[in-house]
């Protein structure tokens, strides 16, 4: 499995950018919806770059790990703000099946949304949904920021299920650009922690 960890500055220039995009377009939302939880910082700075306080969010589920997305997602906690009438952007950190993104759509339009639009960081070929606005598109595993624990957890069961160790998981990790730091921290916390699959 290929990962891609960018940093902190790399995202928030993506996300100027995808800002730019949904501007030059001319589409100017209501309310800004972030998919919990990728999706919730990202669509807090959308909120500021758009100039946008009407922030809400939205939870749909069914990712049971790294790189698995099994079944069928469901809202797991409505959108929290009124949408009927309104025009909404959707943001996510990234667009892989589509199946959430479909639903959250689906969900809003059936809530009275007069228009429904997607932004994502990043976006998947295969997805179901190509969203509105993305600024790349990547067969890689995105390891973002705000997700670096429950990556380091996902990465070393889905290695332990391959007969694997947790060393080599944190290797893969590392050569792939995440701090070396953390990952040793994570897993330290991990082998502390009575749940833990090291």
Excluded: C
Aim: proline residues 7%; hydrophobic residues 40%; neutral net charge.
């Amino acid at each position: 499995m290929a990962f891609e960890v960018p940093t902190w500055e790399e995202i928030y220039e993506l996300l100027l950018r995808l800002a730019d995009r949904v501007r030059r377009d001319g589409f100017r939302p209501d309310v800004i919806v972030g998919v919990s939880r990728g999706g919730w910082l990202p669509a807090r700075v959308m909120s500021d770059l758009l100039e946008n306080p009407e922030l809400a969010n939205v939870k749909a589920e069914f990712y049971p790990g790294v790189g698995k997305a099994e079944g069928e997602p469901v809202i797991t906690q409505p959108v929290s703000a009124p949408v009927r009438g309104k025009r909404v952007l959707v943001v996510d950190d990234v667009v892989d099946t589509g199946k959430s993104l479909r639903l959250v759509r689906s969900d809003l339009v059936g809530r009275g949304a007069a228009e429904v639009r997607i932004a994502a960081i990043y976006h998947k070929p295969w997805s179901l949904v190509t969203p509105d606005y993305y600024e790349r598109e990547t067969r890689s595993w995105i390891v973002f920021p705000w997700e670096g624990r429950e990556t380091v957890r996902s990465v070393v069961e889905q290695y332990r299920r391959r007969g694997k160790t947790a060393e080599q998981a944190a290797e893969k990790l590392v050569s792939s650009g995440m701090d070396r730091g953390l990952v040793e921290r994570f897993l330290k916390e991990m082998a502390e922690s009575p749940k833990s699959p090291t």
